[in-house]
T-cell receptor, first 113, second 114 residues
Framework: GENVEQHPSTLSVQEGDSAVIKCTYS??????FPWYKQELGKRPQLIIDIRSNVGEKKDQRIAVTLNKTAKHFSLHITETQPEDSAVYFCAASANTGFQKLVFGTGTRLLVSP | DTAVSQTPKYLVTQMGNDKSIKCEQN?????MYWYKQDSKKFLKIMFSYNNKELIINETVPNRFSPKSPDKAHLNLHINSLELGDSAVYFCASSQDSGGGFGYTFGSGTRLTVV
């Protein structure tokens, strides 16, 4: 089955800096890679996703890149703000049959003013 | 209008008790899930239902029994609660069971077993 590793587990940056979170996956059949943001005491919320036919996707200050050959994908947040502080999860799944999202272990991002 | 709603939000109970968590989605999605988030924030799937049928059953003790009366509802009943069951339980739904769409999560149920 799929296994997703995520690094770092904790990331502290200054406001305005960039933040990068990296994930690797094991199942070459995986073709859907969403990212979720979970604020303290709240539900995980989808912030961006990418499919395997695309190498990069951007939405304002966040972007995701995918390297299918190396089986890794990354979340990039530019011009970080204190409200970006949260736990971020990557996930992966294959788009065939009965599949499930397998989540990484999460990255706690702290943006200091 | 909440897309995926769970009740209760908090549940404190004693070891050995039986409790239920309810989940409803109004998104018209075909697939619903239960995930467990432990104290280290790790999100692990427990069950998945597609149009009322169980399609994923991870290695979960049989004290946990999901029920889906229709595709908009997925409930979780837990018998003989143990200390290790303390966690946040999230219900989620997605457009289909193929895994190619993101999930919408409920607000979670924080279960504390004392």
């Amino acid at each position: 089955g799929e296994n997703v590793e995520q690094h770092p587990s904790t990331l502290s940056v200054q406001e305005g800096d960039s933040a990068v979170i990296k994930c690797t996956y094991s199942d070459s059949a995986s073709n859907y890679f969403p990212w979720y943001k979970q604020e303290l005491g709240k539900r995980p919320q989808l912030i961006i996703d990418i499919r395997s036919n695309v190498g990069e996707k951007k939405d304002q200050r966040i972007a995701v890149t995918l390297n299918k050959t190396a089986k890794h994908f990354s979340l990039h947040i530019t011009e970080t703000q204190p409200e970006d502080s949260a736990v971020y999860f990557c996930a992966a799944s294959a788009n065939t049959g009965f599949q499930k999202l397998v989540f990484g272990t999460g990255t706690r991002l702290l943006v200091s003013p | 209008d909440t897309a995926v709603s769970q009740t209760p939000k908090y549940l404190v109970t004693q070891m050995g008790n039986d409790k239920s968590i309810k989940c409803e989605q109004n998104l018209g999605h075909d697939t619903m899930y239960w995930y467990k988030q432990d104290s280290k924030k790790f999100l692990k799937i427990m069950f998945s239902y597609n149009n009322k049928e169980l399609i994923i059953n991870e290695t979960v003790p049989n004290r946990f029994s999901p029920k889906s009366p229709d595709k908009a509802h997925l409930n979780l009943h837990i018998n003989s609660l143990e200390l290790g069951d303390s966690a946040v339980y999230f219900c989620a739904s997605s457009q289909d069971s193929g895994g190619g769409f993101g999930y919408t999560f409920g607000s979670g149920t924080r279960l504390t077993v004392v």
